[in-house]
């Protein structure tokens, strides 16, 4: 079956301007992260859903940025009024369930504000 | 330091020879996991240790895990030039988080 997949797989914008990355986990699963990579640097966690509902937020770097899940499927990350700082790789992820499963990786969006 | 930190940060070895990377982490866990991540992309996983297992092997891999030195080692046998990518260790606690490190790059030269 077709693995996650992510939308765009590259971006670039200005600063200032809103973006919309998306996320498409494997079917069935009910768990889905996003994390942001840094160049060089290691995974920082943002957000997780179970099945449409995110628990914890926490993860989230400011309230610049907010993510949404419908249908159990499709999650959307939005980042608005983006800074330069906001360059990165943004990941997702699913897995069967939350907690402690094997988690299943998109190839990741490259996000570069101008 | 934080929870799951890889040692190297980075190996530079010859392609046939082995290579080892550690992960130490902090507070007790359910299990362990190492994925690896070619080019800056997705991370792909390779093995899943609990946290009642010392080890566990999967081709050429081999992960041990020392839960009294709150330890994990992965080692790759027999390098390739296909096996230069960074390599992670995650942790699980419980909970829904997995934590990730920072994760130690491995080059390997044909």
């Known amino acids: 079956g077709a693995g996650v997949s992510q939308s765009p797989s590259n971006k670039v914008t200005e600063k200032g301007k809103d973006v919309e990355l998306r996320c498409d986990p494997i079917s069935g699963h009910t768990a889905l992260y996003w994390y942001r990579q840094s160049l060089g640097q290691g995974l920082e966690f943002l957000i997780y859903?179970?099945?449409?509902?995110?628990?914890?937020k926490s993860g989230l770097p400011s309230d610049r940025f907010s993510a949404e899940r419908t249908g159990g499927s499709v999650s959307t990350l939005t980042i608005q009024r983006t800074q330069q700082e906001d360059s990165a790789v943004y990941l997702c992820a699913s897995s069967f369930i939350a907690g402690g499963e094997t988690q299943y990786f998109g190839p990741g969006t490259r996000l570069l504000v101008l | 330091s934080q929870q799951g930190e890889e040692d190297p940060q980075a190996l530079s070895i010859q392609e046939g020879e082995n290579a080892t990377m550690n992960c130490s982490y902090k507070?007790?866990?359910?299990?362990l996991q190492w994925y690896r991540q070619n080019s800056g992309r997705g991370l792909v996983h390779l093995i899943l240790i609990r946290s009642n297992e010392r080890e566990k092997h999967s081709g050429r891999l081999r992960v041990t895990l020392d839960t009294s030195k709150k330890s994990s080692s992965l080692l790759i046998t027999a390098s390739q030039a296909a096996d230069t990518a960074s390599y992670f260790c995650a942790t699980w606690t419980g909970g829904f988080k997995t934590i990730f490190g920072a994760g130690t790059r491995l080059f390997v030269k044909a």
């Open positions: 859903f179970q099945g449409n509902s995110a628990p914890d």
């Open positions: 507070t007790s866990i359910n299990n």
